[in-house]
């Protein structure tokens, strides 16, 4: 089991940029699939975006292709993801999760074993 801990959410204006983090401690950090997914107020948690365990594959939703770029660095035991040209539909808690394996159904939450707490970001019109 690994811990998980996001950081870096907030409040931004329509355009706007935020890098979120997401710190793991407990198992080795290299040896999981990290991903990122979002729930907004109603709506079910959604897939963001994923990252193979050394950073040579990466997913995206389409929603936020070419906006959001997810990253890792395993020395550090964090993965990052990088939100550019916000909207306000991208508002909502931003989780980030692990895997222990890769890579299919990399957007499904069940395909996830470890959570972490969530952070919020609002993005203003």
């Known amino acids: 089991q690994v811990q998980l801990v996001e950081s870096g959410g907030g409040l931004v204006q329509a355009g706007g940029s935020l890098r979120l983090s997401c710190a793991a401690s407990?198992?080795?950090?290299?040896?999981?699939?990290m991903g990122w997914f979002r729930q907004a107020p109603g709506k079910e948690r959604e897939f963001v975006a994923a990252i193979s365990w050394r950073g040579r594959d990466t997913f995206y939703a389409d929603s936020v292709k070419g906006r959001f770029t997810i990253s890792r660095d395993n020395a550090k035991n964090t993965m990052y993801l990088q939100m550019n040209s916000l909207k306000p539909e991208d508002t909502a808690i931003y989780f980030c999760?692990?895997?222990?394996?890769?890579?299919?159904?990399?957007?499904?939450?069940?395909?996830?074993?470890?959570w972490g707490q969530g952070t919020q970001v609002t993005v203003s019109s």
């Open positions: 407990g198992r080795t950090f290299s040896g999981y699939t």
């Open positions: 999760a692990a895997r222990t394996d890769c890579c299919s159904g990399y957007q499904l939450t069940t395909s996830y074993g470890d």
